[in-house]
């Protein structure tokens, strides 16, 4: 199917874009002369289709507001053969950097495309691929990835990625990388003023113009700091190289906005703020940094983002699915409509979320619930307490309990009256259904920036005198950080209707918890049934500090639930028994860490406790490769060292672990069946 060119054309200004429609090759017309140092940023390429992708650069010039690049686009690395030469507009307007969709390509193709300025300074030579036509039964290869923080760390898992891909036979090469978000951390540490963190150094990323300070992190409140932490990033040249190397396919997660914060509302450490403004110069920073088809509301503009002119005011007034029914809140969460999707090939049908623009109020944070205790049990809170609590006034079929409890601790429930807690919100959930139901691919994949498997924990089976407290009967402990992991009531929507509906090849592929899990969707857990409706997958940050980092530098020595998470042995640094407390239970845990006996550990193990879990390591990093075709979905975890300095070497450092689970295609009414296998390293006490 070919697409018009008043398709195009419509495309394109809906996307802010520039276009250039492909013409029959010819040599080039510029003299190339490359200058890195005038595109400092490098080059990038975005959500490709099978006839169009956008192409990105940034020159900044020292004079006037607006200037013109050409941009080539070749069939070939040398540009002997370039078949769309165009103009492409950089302004101050949107800090220099340009998009340029390109019309009119051949599914399934590599091509090569580089910017030359009116003096012939170019930039480097970046490489893109569009997808292949819907009824393209070939392999489809990515890989997802998140959480990048270069402040605190450095890109060798980029470096390992390129390293292997370049070596890779052509059907097992990647076709674009899935981006899930934390591209920047918005909360900047100043090296001058912090020097260390766990283990890491602090790099110099940026300085915030205009921002504001909480504990150690400046946090920016307009446009131009967060331009200058993204500028910051894009420093990094294995990041450059990457988004030079292959299209990105990217989806905010938290901090591309806030820490904290939801909707239009700003939010660090604790303390919200009003925050309609910087939500837009969030979306703005976004929109000209990472080239993608996301829908820019705000304005005509081809170049420009043109922020509307919001107020920053209190919301007061929530509708019934918890959307803040204020104007300025409204213009600033629609000022870039994040959430979408993509047909590649036969295979895949991508469909991303936004789990950050439209949630509602965290239904766990109130501040009477601190008087329950359980001090004592680090990070656990008892599943069915926090079951309620997500539920709302739509809990127990609209009964839901008057007192809350742990114990013999009572408080009132705080979200008796309040709905049921949703992350996607009512418009942005209606879309996903219907894209669920309409998918015809053989993979419905879920890019969900938050991982969406229960983490949990079974207290209830702690030998008695251990601690002060005592855990509450009958009852496992959630320990998921407050993400899709808890969020009970919408998963268990969106898996009931995969269910009914009767659709196959439902899997997510999901980031934020700087940890490598792997598992199945489900909406219930032993005691309830255990009825998984697809596959559910973790990836690692790339460089991000994770769990097992911080537990490491914070645990007491003396904490006397210490050894389920930390086993300490007469030498070295201690094995990480938090993996096998979410596997496996308590009393795995208490066993390996007296007797370090795997074997025993594992014969301790609590079946009831995670059905869900085939493998979790909260104390990875790296990334996830994907390969999908008609009968499989195999899904490869490669394991890095914490990457705390740069690898000096080509393949970017040695590997700690590869993983691959594999999934063949079930049936309606079958159930999803992982198989795990170890291919190199080892996997610690992940499985
Ligand atoms: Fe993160």
């Known amino acids: 199917m070919k697409i018009s060119r008043r398709s195009f054309l419509k495309t394109a200004a809906a996307i802010g874009a520039s276009l250039a429609w492909v013409e029959p090759a010819r040599g080039s017309r510029v003299h190339w002369n490359e200058r890195r140092d005038l595109y400092p940023q490098g080059v990038a390429s975005g959500d490709p289709d099978p006839h169009s992708v956008i192409l990105w650069t940034r020159r900044p010039f020292a004079q006037g507001t607006r200037q013109l690049l050409t941009v080539e686009v070749a069939e070939d690395e040398a540009f002997r053969r370039v078949i769309a030469h165009a103009q492409a507009p950089v302004s101050s307007a949107a800090d220099w950097t340009t998009r340029v969709l390109i019309g009119g390509l051949k599914p399934a193709r590599t091509y090569w495309y580089r910017f030359t300025d009116t003096d012939g300074n170019g930039s480097r030579v970046g490489r893109t691929i569009t997808a292949p036509l819907p009824n393209d039964p070939r392999t489809v290869n990515f890989a997802f990835v998140s959480c990048q923080d270069v402040n605190e760390g450095k890109l060798n898992a980029y470096r390992r990625m390129i390293y292997e891909d370049e070596r890779a036979p052509a059907a097992q090469q990647l076709d674009f990388v899935l981006h899930l978000g934390d591209f920047i951390y918005e909360v900047v540490e100043y090296p001058d003023e912090t020097k ?5 150094t602090i790099y110099e990323v940026a300085r915030i113009p205009d921002g504001h300070k909480v504990g150690n992190f400046h946090i920016p409140l307009t446009v131009d700091g967060y331009r ?16 030079a190397r292959w299209p990105f396919v990217a989806m905010w997660d938290n901090h591309e906005f806030s820490w904290q914060g939801w909707q239009s509302i700003q939010k ?3 303390k919200e703020r009003p925050g309609q403004s910087i939500k837009v110069a969030a979306n703005q920073a976004w929109w000209e940094y990472l080239p993608s088809r996301c829908k820019k509301v705000s304005g005509p503009s081809l170049e420009s983002f043109d922020p509307p002119a919001l107020t920053n005011v209190a919301i007061e007034k929530w509708d019934e699915n918890g959307l803040g029914d204020e104007p300025n809140n409204l213009a600033a969460i629609n000022s870039l409509i994040g959430y979408r999707s993509y047909r590649y090939g036969r295979h895949l049908d991508l469909i991303i979320t936004d789990q950050h623009s439209y949630r509602g109020a965290d239904p766990f944070s109130d501040p009477s619930l601190a008087k329950l205790g359980g001090d004592e049990f680090i990070d656990m809170a008892p599943e069915t307490l926090m079951q309620a609590l997500d539920g709302g006034r739509a809990f127990n079929g609209g009964n839901p309990p008057a007192e809350v409890s742990f114990g013999d601790a009572h408080v009132p429930n705080p979200q008796k009256d309040k709905p049921p807690q949703t992350i996607l919100g009512a418009t942005q959930k209606a879309w996903f259904k219907d894209q669920l139901r309409k998918s015809t691919a053989t993979w419905k994949i879920w890019g969900n920036s938050e991982g969406a498997l229960d983490g949990r924990s079974d207290p209830q089976n702690l030998p008695p005198g251990l601690t002060k407290e005592t855990w509450p ?3 496992y402990a959630s320990m998921s950080p407050p993400d899709y992991g808890m969020a009970y009531t919408e998963r268990a929507e969106i898996y009931d209707l995969i269910r009914d509906a ?3 090849g439902f899997a997510i592929v999901s980031g ?10 489900t909406s219930q857990l032993p005691p309830g049934k255990f009825e998984p409706v697809g596959l559910s997958f973790v990836g690692a940050s790339l460089s991000s500090a994770g769990t097992m980092e911080a537990l490491e530098h914070s645990l007491p020595k003396d904490a006397p639930l210490r050894p389920l998470f930390l086993a300490d042995k007469a030498t070295g640094a201690p094995d990480w028994t938090h993996n096998m407390l979410l596997r496996h239970g308590v009393r795995a845990c208490l066993e390996y860490a007296k007797s370090f006996d795997l074997e025993r550990a594992r014969s301790l193990s609590n079946p009831d406790l995670a059905p869900h879990l085939e493998f979790v390591d909260l104390g990875g990093h790296g990334y996830a490769k994907v390969q999908l075709s008609a009968d499989e979905m195999r899904t490869e975890f490669v394991c890095i060292p914490r990457p705390i300095t740069r690898s000096e070497r080509p393949d970017g450092g040695p590997i700690r672990y590869r993983v691959l689970h594999t999934a063949a295609l079930w049936k309606s009414g079958e159930r999803p069946q992982l198989k795990t296998s170890v291919l190199e390293g080892d996997v610690g006490l992940a499985i």
């Open 512 to 521: 934020d918890r700087h940890s490598f899990w792997a598992g199945y969707a």
């Open 196 to 200: 260390t963190r766990y283990d890491r």
């Open 502 to 504: 009767k659709i196959t």
């Open 473 to 475: 009967k009958d009852t």
């Open 228 to 243: 200058a932490i993204y500028k910051g990033y894009l420093a990094d040249p294995d990041l450059q190289d990457a988004r």
């Open 268 to 270: 660090a450490a604790g």
